[in-house]
């Protein structure tokens, strides 16, 4: 096994994460950003205000984007399983 390949399979790796991480980070971005400005506007600054509606929100997401989610993990822990005879021989 060379850098080369070390390299890509880390690369593959972050890629996958950034992928699968992607929708429920930008979710709860999301309602955090609307949350702080409902926030400002109404001076209302209550912790569970902002807290509640982003795990609401993280629920939601993982229940309709949660088999893809784990669809593409199994996938590339498959793929990586299935290189090792390759990398290691």
Do not use: C, N
């Not at 979710?27 to 807290?51: K, N, R």
């Not at 784990?70 to 299935?82: A, F, G, I, W």
């Amino acid at each position: 096994m060379d850098s080369q390949q070390v390299f890509t399979y880390g690369q593959q790796g972050l890629y996958i994460l950034l992928m699968v991480a992607a929708p429920v980070l930008l979710t709860v971005l999301a309602v955090g950003l609307i949350v702080s400005i409902f926030q400002a506007a109404t001076q209302i600054h209550e912790a569970t205000l902002s807290f509640v509606p982003k795990i609401v929100a993280a629920v939601a997401v993982l229940a309709i984007a949660g088999p893809w989610m784990l669809s593409t993990l199994v996938e590339y822990l498959q793929r990586m399983l299935q290189a090792i005879p390759t990398v290691v021989g």
